[in-house]
Every structure is written in structure tokens, then in C-alpha cells.
């Protein structure tokens, strides 16, 4: 086999393996090769509407693609921390969102803000310190992004 | 020519070539080369201003690049559902954007639960199963993405 | 040396640095690689609250990932506009912003709708042609986006 040969035949997959493995080429490429779909969602608003809006986008996410080929995570900052408050009017969605597999996290710099503590918060939701920086960080691991 | 050489001179070429048939770099890295832009538009409001504000970027993109060089997509769901309503307020803009070459769909999900059916809507837009589900795979296909 | 050990060791440093200069990986990607974090952010709302939450968001970004590490762009564009103007009730605050190392651009197309020249605005700020083509734009060099 000559070199010409050689090479032809391991570009495929070397190339694309050592990118991949360098993390080179985004996630969202990666996708293309039939990988998982990945959406950040992001509530931001203090709004009871939206705040269905963005679980019934979660809904129907799962439902046309199938849970077991979506992750779905929904960042909720700002005024939307209320989303996520024991009190909150979609408390029993939420919970029902997270048994379903979608990720739910409030931004710990909000509750800060707000003087709010883990005890204030529906017991099934996760953290993140800053909601802002989590979904930039999600589009550089190239998911998609929501804003409903 | 040593092997040295060689593969330096076919990388360029052939790395490329691979990538791009396994469409393992995304649509967006290929826009660098000078292709179309391409920008899917999010409208989920029940707020006619924000369907005049979406219909006026849709405008301005063509304006400022040129209508055949961005491709542009208004997907409209939940309260947004409302702008392609055939009594729609914007209704007349809508088909002049249409007729302008920007595709405008409606959420078939959305529809649903609204009881709304294809007579209830405007004549000239197309339709999505769910809205969501296109504003994220347009994502997944390198399309930037607004939400006005 | 043979020429499969060759291709091994040659195709990490030399596919990433001719893809890397043929401008074919997206700059998300590159970010991947330990590079300056990219966002743009939109104001479009006519409501100094998303005002007060954009800076909020952006000061949060440069707190969390140190100032010189976050590229931080805020386009105000449609009825967002309000926020640049030079009697806004956030001018003190964007001031500060921009001083602290946040891009603050208002949109022309905008300004020329509302018959806003520069001497209407903040004298800190910049200026795009068109904010909608700016963001699709900075989306598709790979910087991420916020829509607060």
C-alpha cells in the first residue's frame, strides 16, 4: 500500500476520531451523527404563563423525540426563580417535569439576591451558581437554546 | 515527495472534503466560507407588538444582507400562535413577508391545543409539528437563532 | 519511522491548525480549547426590569468567569433601545458596565425609526448598522446568546 492509499483510507477515521477526542468539534456536530439532542431552556421571567410554556415546550420535546433522545435542562434566574419556589403555582409540574427526566436547577446568585434558601425551593430541583454563565456554557457544549 | 510533504499538501484538501461529506462540521462553520446566512425567529408571544418587532427584523435582515443571501424562518407557537391567525392584525405583513421569501410556520401542537385547524389560519404559511422541536433542530443545523 | 506512526502523530497538531486557520471550526469550538467565553446579549423590551436583568447578567458573567476572560456584547435594538438613551433610568448603571469592559451598542435602523440621533444617546455607547444582523452575526462567529 502506498503512502497516497494509506492516507485516504485513515483520514475518515482518524480525523475525525482525534477531533473528537480534542474536543475540537462541537457537540452539536456530534448530534449530527445521530447523537442525543441537547436544549438549554431558560426562564427568566415572572411570569406564571411562561412559566407553562417553558414545561410544556419540555413536554413536547420529549414526546415528538422520545425522552430517551433529548436532554432538556431548564435554568431559572431572575425573576423566574419564582418558577421554583415551594410555593409556586407549577410546583406540581415541575416535579412531574423532573420524574420525567428533565434537569431543573435555580440560580444560586438570584436566591442570593432574593434571600432565598434551598429550604424556600421545591425539594426536586438542583443548583447552579450563576444561571447566566450554566447556559452560556450549554451552547459552548453546543445545545440548543430556548427562551420561551 | 516524502511523507512528510505529502500529508501536509493533502490535509487542506482532503480533511476538509471529509469532514464536510460526513457532515461532521456544522452548518454554521460552513456559513464562514461565505455561504447563507440562515436565522430561524422565535415568536411565542400573544403580543402584536412583538409580531410587528419580528416582523420588522425579518426586514431588516434582508435590507442589510441582501434577500438572497439569508434564509430566514418565523416559527410561531403557544400565544404566538395568535400572528397567523387568519384575522391576525399583522396578517397583511405576514404575506408580504411570505411573499418576500421569508418561510413562516405554525405549530401543529400548539394548534391542537387550541382547537385551531388549517382553515383558522392565515393562507400562506406552512406548518411544524412542534414549533420547538424545529427552533431547536435549526439550531442543531447551524441556524443562528433570535427571539425578539 | 513508518508511515502509519507518522499519520498519527502528525494529524493532531497539523488537521487542527489547518482547520483552525482555514476559519472551517467554528469559534465555539476554539473556545473549547481554553479560549475567551463569548456572549451577546439582546435587549429588546421597552422595560427597564430586563434592563436592570441584562446588566445584572452581564455583571454576574465577568464575577463568575474573572472580567478578562468573558467577552460580553449587549445589542439594544426595537423599543430595547430606551435603555441607551441619554435620560434612560439605567444610564448610570450602563455606564459602569461599559467601563468595566461590556460592549453597548444601539441599533441605527432603530434610532432612524424613532428619529434618534446621537446626541440622544448615552455618550458611552457604540453603534451597529443593524442589531438583529449583529447578533446573527456574533451567533455565527460561535459567541453564545442570552436573550434576557
Same mark, same amino acid.
Given at each position: 500500500?502506498n503512502?497516497?492509499?494509506f492516507?485516504?483510507?485513515?483520514?475518515?477515521a482518524?480525523?475525525?476520531?482525534v477531533?473528537?477526542?480534542?474536543?475540537? +468539534?462541537? &457537540?452539536?456536530?456530534q448530534? #449530527?451523527? =445521530? @447523537?442525543k439532542?441537547k *436544549? $438549554?431552556?431558560q426562564v427568566?421571567?415572572?411570569d406564571?404563563?411562561?412559566?407553562?410554556l417553558a414545561l410544556?415546550?419540555a413536554?413536547?420535546l420529549?414526546a415528538d423525540?422520545?425522552?430517551?433522545?433529548?436532554?432538556?435542562?431548564?435554568?431559572a434566574?431572575?425573576p423566574?426563580i419564582?418558577?421554583l419556589?415551594?410555593d409556586?403555582v +407549577?410546583? &406540581?409540574?415541575?416535579d412531574? #417535569?423532573? =420524574? @420525567?427526566?428533565?434537569? *431543573? $436547577?435555580?440560580?444560586?446568585n438570584?436566591?442570593?439576591?432574593q434571600?432565598?434558601t434551598k429550604?424556600?425551593m421545591?425539594?426536586s430541583?438542583?443548583?447552579?451558581s450563576a444561571?447566566v454563565?450554566e447556559?452560556m456554557?450549554r451552547q459552548?457544549?453546543?445545545?440548543a437554546?430556548i427562551r420561551p
Open positions: 500500500m503512502a497516497r492509499n492516507v485516504g483510507r485513515v483520514l475518515a482518524v480525523a475525525l476520531a477531533l473528537l477526542v480534542a474536543g475540537v +468539534v462541537p &457537540a452539536h456536530a448530534q #449530527a451523527a =445521530g @447523537a439532542s *436544549v $438549554v431552556m427568566s421571567d415572572g406564571a404563563a411562561k412559566w407553562n410544556n415546550n413536554k413536547n420529549q423525540l422520545g425522552a430517551a433522545n433529548v436532554d432538556i435542562e431548564i435554568v434566574y431572575g423566574g419564582g418558577m419556589k415551594a409556586s +407549577v410546583g &406540581a409540574r415541575v412531574e #417535569a423532573i =420524574g @420525567a427526566g428533565v434537569k *431543573v $436547577v435555580a440560580c444560586e438570584t436566591m442570593r439576591g434571600k432565598l429550604p424556600d421545591l425539594g430541583v438542583g443548583y447552579v444561571g454563565v447556559i456554557q459552548q457544549q453546543g445545545w437554546y
